[in-house]
């Protein structure tokens, strides 16, 4: 399975981070959004989503045969 993009636009780095959000205005308190960030975009895309009010976090992603998923 090929590595994870960032999702910031115009980025092609392998992405290191998970970062969750949700727009509350929007979406139930049980669902997520995900997008992946590069090193040099994770403090960028969680400060964006963060300066809306929106509830975020940031994990490592972690591959799904690392996370018990399929592999």
Not at 8 to 36: F, Q, Y
């Amino acid at each position: 399975m090929p590595a994870a993009t960032c999702s910031r636009a115009g980025c092609r780095e392998a992405a290191l981070w998970r970062v969750e959000w949700r727009n509350p205005k929007i979406h139930s308190p049980d669902r997520r959004k995900i997008w992946v960030a590069c090193d040099e975009h994770r403090d960028y895309l969680r400060d964006y989503l963060a300066a809306r009010d929106f509830p975020v976090a940031v994990w490592p992603l972690v591959p799904l045969t690392a996370a018990g998923g399929a592999s």
